[in-house]
């Protein structure tokens, strides 16, 4: 396994569509792992391989609450086929939109069809941190961040704000 750096908006990557994987084999394996790895290193509960710069649709989560037990969970394809009506505020952050957190009403319920780590086919249905979560990441491989959830003036503060911290950065 192997930490591998993540990507920081603005970042014309983290607004690509990424493509599904086409056969779960070892170097799927590896690019989950090395997600895990630095999703945990990063002390993030969540990690969408857009976030490394690789265009594949493959998710990481670890919501477990207790900070000694390990839930990784390896998500390949994911994909929502149902979400409830009923919907809830969580406020969410975010590994590539460092030191910004806000409110994103999304539903409260979902239902997703994925591979797992072996490829072989599962269904989900999650609630809770672990629906957002999944959500959020779902969002990551089409491109979408949690600030274009946000009304146009927080996003573009939010934007104003991480692209100073990147010149900040670079100087
Ligand atoms: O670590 C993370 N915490 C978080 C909190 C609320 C809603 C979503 C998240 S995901 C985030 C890690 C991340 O950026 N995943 O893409
Ligand atoms: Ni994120």
Same mark, same amino acid.
């Not at 603005?10 to 895990?36: F, Q």
């Given at each position: 396994?192997?930490?591998?750096?993540?990507?920081?908006?603005?970042?014309? +990557? =983290?607004?690509?569509?990424?493509?599904?994987?086409?056969?779960?084999?070892?170097?799927?394996?590896? @690019?989950?792992? &090395?997600? =895990?790895?630095?999703?945990?290193?990063?002390?993030?509960?969540?990690?969408?391989?857009?976030? =490394?710069?690789?265009?594949?649709?493959?998710?990481?989560?670890?919501?477990?609450?207790?900070? &000694?037990?390990?839930?990784?969970?390896?998500?390949?394809?994911?994909?929502?086929?149902?979400?409830? &009506?009923?919907?809830?505020?969580?406020?969410?952050?975010?590994?590539?939109?460092?030191?910004?957190?806000?409110?994103?009403?999304?539903?409260?319920?979902?239902?997703?069809?994925?591979?797992? +780590?072996?490829?072989?086919?599962?269904?989900?249905?999650?609630?809770?941190?672990?629906?957002?979560? =999944?959500?959020?990441?779902?969002?990551?491989?089409?491109?979408?961040?949690?600030?274009?959830?946000?009304?146009?003036?927080?996003?573009?503060?939010?934007?104003?704000? @991480?692209?100073?911290?990147?010149?900040?950065?670079?100087?």
């Amino acid at each position: 396994m192997a930490k591998r750096p993540i990507l920081i908006a603005p970042d014309p +990557r =983290l607004k690509e569509v990424a493509k599904d994987v086409p056969k779960v084999d070892a170097d799927i394996r590896r @690019l989950a792992d &090395d997600m =895990l790895e630095t999703m945990y290193a990063a002390e993030g509960i969540g990690l969408a391989a857009t976030q =490394l710069g690789v265009p594949l649709r493959v998710v990481v989560i670890d919501v477990a609450q207790k900070e &000694d037990k390990f839930e990784p969970m390896v998500f390949i394809n994911p994909k929502i086929v149902w979400a409830s &009506d009923e919907k809830a505020v969580f406020q969410e952050g975010c590994l590539s939109v460092p030191d910004i957190w806000d409110d994103v009403e999304r539903p409260i319920a979902i239902k997703c069809e994925y591979l797992d +780590r072996d490829g072989k086919p599962q269904t989900l249905e999650a609630e809770g941190l672990l629906a957002d979560c =999944l959500q959020h990441e779902i969002d990551h491989l089409n491109g979408t961040l949690f600030i274009d959830h946000l009304s146009r003036l927080k996003r573009a503060m939010a934007i104003k704000k @991480l692209t100073k911290a990147k010149k900040r950065e670079n100087a």
